[in-house]
């Protein structure tokens, strides 16, 4: 019984329509990562970062205590970065920081063995035995215009949009490259590659500057992603309203929405685009089950067929057990009327 | 070309983000005899103003608030020397992104608009601790600004707040917060007293509780 592969690959394969005839039972993922497993399985923050074994562990005991539809590898934001030659610094239980920008030393990494790219190829590779293969195993892979603006240096590389367009295409091409490397590598180790792009948000630059920096890029990969036979996703953090239709235009088969009204969301994609989200994150860490339980029955009520059930940006690692058991039962009990 | 013609090309040159024509026109401005606090208020300083202006209202994005601001300190670095000594300012304020949080855009660019708008800015830069917020306000800042990207680090604002109690300074400083992850609800909750969404609003906020 292969129930969760079903789950989502009956939203590829099938036309809204036919979901609906059938009355599919929703699929749900909160978006359950490093630094949220991490504490829920008593572990420091850094080994589970650094060490295959435990990242792949601590993923798997998230996804066992609430049994949900996809499990995604994904340690921070840093770690195409750091193999790219940023230096960083990862601290005991925090998420790393980037300490100094690669800049013109930037070079392209090689997936086996530079810094902790292995680390999450191993993780993705150890979670595919740990689970049987009873669950699509996501690789996150950054993309390419938040990893050129680590390889810059954030504030630098926003503001080279504006004044040196061409030093900006420059990292947005190595970082492109240096994906597409890695997103071959996680298909090999059996995951599926997930693009997530937090600093293309439409909250830090313009609508122009996605369709003229970001997006090309994105296509690439996207297009390199299909090439090689496989289906993928994109999740852009924060305020996505005006740019929508760029994200769909990516190509990407899944949306993952952050925080922003799932009726307009619904009604610029169309019925047929898969779309992921977006149960409030403040909401989570902060609500109660009730509350929780009310805005995911808003979201799937939206949101169906297409639609994977989930929390809006990545679980924070002080949500209650009990709020993301609530987003998942509640797509497990959810009724078609 | 009068002054005003030339301090309507500063500032929209500023808001054009053409640092070079902004470079030109204050050596312009100072060779002509316009005074350089002039200059930098109704120049510089007004063309920041509407770019805040622009990004208030979402016609420009954070590279162009960058590129402006770089454009902006590149002509206040010609004036800067030829200011009078004590310029008529607004009053000192002091920010900063709390421990643990390194997410410094958005309060560079508060920055940027709170100099903009006259106030003496006193950047205690990224990963503050608590001891730094609280000498700050010893040095007899008006307001603080603190913000965090991240929800894991947002308490540490509640912990600013309990240590300029304890150190009996509560009462002499307005104390903003700010930051993707916070809203009006949190900054009651830790006792704020003030709260902005983005830079713009926190420009009118520290207006609104040191004046």
């Avoid at chain 1, 305020?239 to 949306?255: K, P, W």
């Avoid at chain 2, 002509?75 to 002091?94: K, N, Q, Y």
Wanted: aromatic letters at 4%; one cysteine or more; a negative charge.
């Amino acid at each position: 019984m292969k129930t969760k592969l079903t789950r989502i690959t009956r939203l590829l394969d099938r036309s809204a329509a036919e979901l609906i005839k059938q009355q599919i039972e929703p699929a749900v993922f909160p978006i359950v990562v490093a630094n949220c497993a991490a504490r829920l399985a008593g572990e420091k923050l850094y080994r589970v970062l650094t060490d295959a074994e435990l990242l792949s562990a601590v993923l798997d005991h998230s996804y066992r205590l609430f049994d949900y539809d996809l499990v995604m590898v994904f340690a921070d934001v840093l770690v195409e970065a750091e193999a790219m030659g940023c230096q960083i610094d990862i601290p005991e239980d925090e998420p790393p920081v980037l300490l100094t920008p690669a800049g013109n030393h930037a070079r392209i990494a090689d997936p086996q063995r530079s810094e902790r790219m292995p680390v999450i190829l191993a993780a993705i590779c150890k979670l595919r035995q740990l689970t049987a293969d009873e669950v699509f195993i996501l690789g996150s892979l950054k993309g390419p215009f938040s990893l050129a603006s680590f390889l810059a240096g954030p504030e630098e590389f926003l503001a080279l949009l504006v004044e040196a367009p061409e030093q900006a295409d420059h990292f947005l091409r190595l970082a492109t490259e240096n994906q597409k490397h890695f997103a071959r590598a996680i298909i090999q180790a059996g995951g599926i590659p997930f693009i997530g792009d937090p600093m293309a948000s439409g909250s830090l630059i313009s609508r122009e500057h996605f369709a003229r920096f970001a997006l090309p890029c994105l296509r690439e990969l996207v297009a390199e992603i299909h090439a090689l036979g496989l289906w993928t996703g994109l999740h852009i953090c924060g305020d996505t309203t005006t740019i929508l239709d760029l994200l769909a235009a990516s190509g990407a088969e899944i949306l993952s929405i952050d925080d922003i009204s799932m009726e307009l969301v619904r009604n610029r994609l169309g019925p047929e685009q898969i779309i992921m989200g977006n149960v409030s994150t403040t909401l989570l860490a902060d609500g109660t089950p009730a509350e929780v339980q009310s805005a995911a029955e808003k979201c799937l009520a939206t949101a169906l067929p297409k639609l994977i059930l989930a929390s809006a940006c990545d679980v924070p690692p002080s949500t209650p057990p009990a709020n993301i058991q609530t987003l998942i039962q509640t797509a497990r009990r959810w009724q078609w009327s | 070309m009068n002054p005003t013609d030339i301090l309507d090309r500063m500032a929209d040159a500023v808001l054009r983000m053409a640092k070079d024509e902004v470079l030109q026109l204050c050596e312009q401005a100072l060779a002509q005899g316009i005074a350089a606090d002039i200059a930098l208020e109704q120049g510089l300083a007004r063309g920041m103003r509407l770019v805040g202006e622009k990004f208030a209202c979402q016609e420009y994005f954070v590279p162009e608030v960058l590129a402006a601001a770089k454009a902006m300190y590149a002509g206040f670095d010609i004036l800067r020397e030829h200011l009078p000594r004590t310029p008529a300012r607004r009053s000192r304020i002091a920010l900063g992104v709390v421990q643990g949080d390194i997410h410094d855009i958005g309060k560079n660019i508060v920055k940027v608009m709170a100099q903009a708008a006259g106030y003496e800015v006193i950047d205690l830069g990224r990963n503050v601790p608590i001891e730094q917020f609280v000498n700050a306000v010893r040095d007899g800042v008006a307001a603080i600004g603190m913000s965090a990207l991240m929800t894991t680090t947002m308490p540490n604002m509640a912990k600013v707040i309990e240590a300029l109690k304890r150190a009996g300074l509560r009462d002499q400083v307005k104390v903003l917060v700010g930051g993707a992850p916070v809203n009006r609800l949190f900054a009651e909750k830790i006792g704020a007293d003030g709260y902005a969404p983005d830079a713009h609003n926190a420009v009118r906020e520290i207006r609104r509780l040191t004046e």
